[in-house]
């Protein structure tokens, strides 16, 4: 995939388009390893196989480590505006985790505009509807409204 770079005077019209899909993701025991130390969340269900194995049948990714992939591969299916000096987190309005993901599975995250709005002038508040699915699975692991800030 890539980046959509979209000028200020085209905004409006990618409300409602569905920016693509990234390129599948592996989730190892590694990453989620690294994800507990850096939170402190060393549940079980995340970290030990032997207990978490015959609730999940295998240890699972955290939620938020998955949430917080979109910051990172989502940039492969970005909204970008032309000329922006600088992009921002700007937080996120709904999340919801529909499904666990397996250690060793595979995530993409799919991406679709809902909103645009110039929140000061030069200053664009785009609001995603993503998506991450788990490969071979029907249920997606999450769902999220997130909002980026472009400054131009």
Known sequence: M???????????????????????FKIDQERINKFADATLDHQFIHVDPEQATPIFGSTIAHGFL???LTAG???????????????LNY?????R???????????R????????????????LVKSEVTMEIKGTDKPACIAETLSMWVT
């Open 109 to 124: 995250m799919h991406s679709k505009v809902v909103d645009i709005t110039e929140k000061n002038p030069g200053q664009f």
């Open 2 to 24: 890539a980046i959509t770079v979209v000028k200020v005077e085209d905004l409006e019209s990618y409300v409602g388009k569905e920016l693509g899909a990234t390129d599948w």
């Open 97 to 107: 985790f529909l499904s666990p993901v397996p250690v060793d599975s595979e995530i």
């Open 91 to 95: 937080g996120l309005d709904k999340v």
């Open 73 to 87: 591969i989502g940039q492969d299916v970005a909204l970008v505006v032309e000329g922006a000096k600088m992009g």
């Open 66 to 68: 998955t949430l917080s």
